[in-house]
């Protein structure tokens, strides 16, 4: 078992691009969380995703960003019209269910998001 | 609002001295907590969780309510425990974590 994968590992991104960050989780996980750890910060829950669902998008930011976890395929973490400001590490974790207190997250090794 | 602090950004100690790492949360409902590590070049993993009341690589901690704390322990820092420590309060329903920022642990020889 890899565990959770996550490509690009490093995103260079010009403002106003879109940057597309994926994440395959382990084997048998179909529950996918997304956090964002900007400088000098913890990291910080974004968006929380079953198969084909999204359960809890609250830490998201309303605008021009945006998550899916198809049937078939790796999570993606879509980011439209970057700004300087989404410049960070984006961390994917996976378990196998949504229930945390019994259940570790797993999680990947982080894509390094810089926008120029 | 729940939040995690970790007052300490950097903890330098020496080989064999007692290490704390301290972490206080804030948080209406019934806390669950958990210390997570990441080692130079390694994935954030988890380290230990308070309801297992488990001892892992010497690491313990206990959740005191009264004092709203869990902080990290061990008696006898080793090399290898040099990481980057984060405390995680469950959250959210027990859907999501919320970190504090983080105490970098250095032991030096």
């Known amino acids: 078992n890899a565990g959770v994968m996550q490509n690009p590992r490093h995103l260079v991104r010009r403002r106003g691009q879109e940057a597309r960050l994926r994440c395959s989780p382990m084997?048998?996980?179909?529950?996918v969380y997304w956090y964002r750890q900007l400088p000098e910060e913890g990291l910080k829950f974004m968006v929380y995703?079953?198969?084909?669902?999204?359960?809890?998008e609250s830490g998201m930011p309303k605008e021009r960003f945006s998550a899916e976890f198809p049937k078939e395929g790796p999570s993606i973490l879509r980011i439209q019209q970057v700004v300087r400001g989404d410049s960070a590490a984006y961390f994917c974790?996976?378990?196998?269910?949504?229930?945390?207190?019994?259940?570790?997250?797993?999680f990947g090794p982080g894509t390094r998001l810089t926008v120029t | 609002a729940q939040r995690v602090t970790q007052p300490e950004k950097l903890l330098s100690v020496f080989k064999g001295a007692p290490v704390e790492l301290k972490c206080n949360y804030s948080?209406?409902?019934?806390?669950?907590l958990f210390w997570y590590v990441q080692y130079s070049r390694q994935r954030l993993q988890l380290l230990l969780r308070?309801?297992s009341r488990e001892s892992i690589k010497g690491f313990t901690a206990d959740l005191n309510k009264g004092e709203t704390s869990f902080h990290l322990k061990k008696p006898f820092a080793q090399e290898e425990d040099s990481a980057m420590y984060y405390c995680?309060?469950?959250?959210?329903?027990?859907?999501?974590?919320?970190f504090g920022t983080g105490t970098q642990l250095k032991v030096e020889l």
């Open positions: 974790a996976s378990s196998p269910t949504g229930d945390l207190a019994s259940y570790e997250q797993y």
């Open positions: 995680a309060l469950l959250t959210g329903g027990g859907n999501k974590l919320t």
């Open positions: 084997k048998g996980h179909s529950h």
């Open positions: 948080y209406s409902g019934s806390p669950e």
């Open positions: 308070h309801i």
């Open positions: 995703l079953q198969k084909e669902n999204i359960i809890d």
